[in-house]
């Protein structure tokens, strides 16, 4: 299925999303177009993703919906004003959805990285915008950046992340400092049902 230019495509709920995912072979998850386009031609329901919104106050929260050999798929709950750190994906593909609310999605070059010191040298290259009509593929060339719910758009957001592969820990940049270090991930629910993990 393909939507042509000017085709309002209709939103799908997320076990359908999951099950059409299911069908794309392994090669589609190599670069970044191909699942980019299947994001655009499926966009989801928003009521469909209730049973994995769970808020917390402090920090958003990341909720397994589904994971594969390919890719994990996650959707993470933003409470207004609340960002993620500047981070990688370990070298692996990332797409994000917005189906709830819009984000700021700030891209950063690294000039210089050294884990093993805790040092390194970024800098803010482009800033996007992600809503529903918007979903993005992170760039595999510059692959660092963060995302934030701003305080003025004054709503909830939810957003859909589709990584390929699977990874647990990933690297963390501090811009002020310009200092980096590696961080262990965890989910706050698997399958709609809480963890624990804060």
Known sequence: MSATAGQRVQPIAIQ??????????????GNTAPVLAFAR????????????????????TRNLIDKTEL???IAICWEIGQASSVHNHREQNCW????????????????????K?????????DQVEMDASNPMAVNPLEPVHSVCNPREFQQRA???HIYSRPFDTCDVYSEEQQTCG???LHYNSVGGVLTGAH
């Open 16 to 29: 359908d999303f999951v099950a059409e995912l299911h069908k794309l072979p392994a090669a589609a998850f």
């Open 41 to 60: 031609e499926h966009p989801v329901l928003p009521a469909s993703l209730e049973p994995y919104f769970f808020w917390d106050s402090q920090h958003y």
């Open 71 to 73: 890719y994990e798929l």
């Open 96 to 115: 994000m959805i917005a189906p709830i609310g819009r984000l700021l999605v700030q891209n950063y070059r690294v000039l210089s990285q050294d884990l």
């Open 117 to 125: 010191a805790g040092k390194c040298s970024i800098q803010k290259t």
């Open 158 to 160: 939810v957003t859909l």
């Open 182 to 184: 590696t961080i262990r």
